[in-house]
């Protein structure tokens, strides 16, 4: 797994401005640094689903939220449109807001196990009654089983860990769909401004 940043991409970094530039080259030099730029930004998202599927542990998927927000933090700026710029920002921030949950799913989820230490699975009731010469005794008792006790508290801590694993799902697909709906919208709004497909 690469710690290391990847370079950006040669095609997305905007060239500066040359001297004395018409209204009508600066709006063609505004459009394809632009256009460059949201090419980048869903790039990266592609690149991040693929690298989603690879991942083992929920650190790895922490990793990547982190890895790819500050890749398209370090986008070039240069010429791009601030409506885009704010949509990249936004996404970016969506990236590490993932991020955080599910770093805080894991340390809530151990919070919570730790405080299992005990089930009432290991208590039972056993006994009964049984006829005597001298009549009927006997009578029903709790009867505390060890195994029963650990197997109860490691299915407790099971559900904890489940349960905390559904919430953080359901936050990252709330941001997953936050994104797609930025997207959709920049993408309409680039589009119509400029006159080119984004």
């Known amino acids: ?36 730029h949201f090419h980048a930004v869903t790039a990266m998202a592609d690149e991040l689903k693929n690298d989603m599927r690879e991942a083992a542990t929920l ?15 370090r986008l070039p700026i240069l010429n791009v449109d601030q409506e885009l710029l704010n949509y990249s ?12 949950a599910v770093r805080g799913m894991g340390i809530r989820t151990r919070a919570q196990q730790a405080q299992i230490t005990s089930s009432p699975a290991g208590y039972g009731v056993a006994g009964g009654y049984r ?14 089983s060890p195994r029963a006790e650990m197997r109860g508290v490691a ?16 936050d990252v697909q709330q941001i997953r769909d936050a994104i797609i709906a ?7 709004k680039m589009t119509q401004k400029y006159q080119i497909e984004f």
């Open 59 to 73: 650190a790895v998927t922490s990793f990547y939220f982190d890895k790819y927000a500050k890749r398209i933090e």
């Open 155 to 170: 299915e407790e801590r099971m559900g904890v860990s489940a349960q905390e694993k559904g919430n953080a799902a359901m």
């Open 182 to 188: 930025a997207t959709a919208d920049i993408r309409r």
């Open 131 to 144: 006829q005597g010469a001298f009549g009927t005794y006997g009578g029903v008792h709790t009867v505390y």
């Open 89 to 100: 920002a936004f996404v970016a921030s969506q990236l590490r807001a993932a991020a955080d």
């Open 1 to 36: 797994m690469c710690v290391v940043d990847s370079p950006v991409p040669s095609h997305t970094t905007a060239a500066p401005l040359p001297p004395q530039t018409s209204p009508g080259d600066l709006a063609a030099i505004q459009a394809k640094a632009s256009l460059d």
